[in-house]
T-cell receptor, first 109, second 114 residues
Framework: GIQVEQSPPDLILQEGANSTLRCNFS?????LQWFHQNPWGQLINLFY???GTKQNGRLSATTVATERYSLLYISSSQTTDSGVYFC???????????FGKGITLSVRP | NAGVMQNPRHLVRRRGQEARLRCSPM?????VYWYRQLPEEGLKFMVY????????ESGMPKERFSAEFPKEGPSILRIQQVVRGDSAAYFC????????????FGPGTRLTVL
């Protein structure tokens, strides 16, 4: 099946810093989702981004489907950005999501 | 609009008991997916359902686990005779239709087996 790799596995930032999180996938996909799992365990939809670039406040995402990767940019990070960031791609005829292992982000005040 | 609802949020069971997890999809969504997040592991697909139909259960353990999505009411994930290895967070997601549509996740049910 499709492989989804995220990097780096862990990231520690000082509040106010910028960061780039990467998601590579091993096969062509027709959409991709980014999620934030907050410290309470809830999964928050960030982006649904099959291709191109989208922005939402301090966050933006770019997917280059032909090169099989997606990037999540966080600018002016805040402590509330802490948590685990997952990317996921649909696989198979029923589009069940295959998740990466996640990137654990800690933003320090 | 209400999001995906799951209940209970936390469930504690003793070994051998049954666990029932409920999921109500977003309004207008008729497709439900269940995922499990085991400690130190990522999120894994379990089962995909539409109303009254199980479409894909390739991620479900062969024994003790079952799922349904009746014509009326929430989707239910049922685990019989729970064991400690079933302790995990169980997430439900819904989408407007099948295929490559955005999936929205509920808050999850955290199952602890004593």
């Amino acid at each position: 099946g499709i492989q989804v790799e995220q990097s780096p596995p862990d990231l520690i930032l000082q509040e106010g810093a910028n960061s780039t999180l990467r998601c590579n996938f091993s096969d062509s996909v027709n959409n991709l989702q980014w999620f934030h799992q907050n410290p309470w365990g809830q999964l928050i939809n960030l982006f649904y981004i099959p291709s191109g670039t989208k922005q939402n406040g301090r966050l933006s995402a770019t997917t280059v489907a032909t090169e099989r990767y997606s990037l999540l940019y966080i600018s002016s990070s805040q402590t509330t950005d802490s948590g685990v960031y997952f990317c996921a791609v649909p696989t198979g005829a029923n589009s069940k999501l295959t998740f990466g292992k996640g990137i654990t982000l800690s933003v320090r005040p | 609009n209400a999001g995906v609802m799951q209940n209970p949020r936390h469930l504690v069971r003793r070994r051998g008991q049954e666990a029932r997890l409920r999921c109500s999809p977003m309004k207008g969504h008729s497709h439900v997916y269940w995922y499990r997040q085991l400690p130190e592991e990522g999120l894994k697909f379990m089962v995909y359902l539409q109303k009254e139909n199980i479409i894909d259960e390739s991620g479900m353990p062969k024994e003790r686990f079952s799922a349904e999505f009746p014509k009326e009411g929430p989707s239910i994930l049922r685990i019989q005779q729970v064991v400690r290895g079933d302790s995990a967070a169980y997430f439900c997601a819904s989408s407007r239709a099948g295929g490559p549509h955005e999936q929205f996740f509920g808050p999850g049910t955290r199952l602890t087996v004593l």
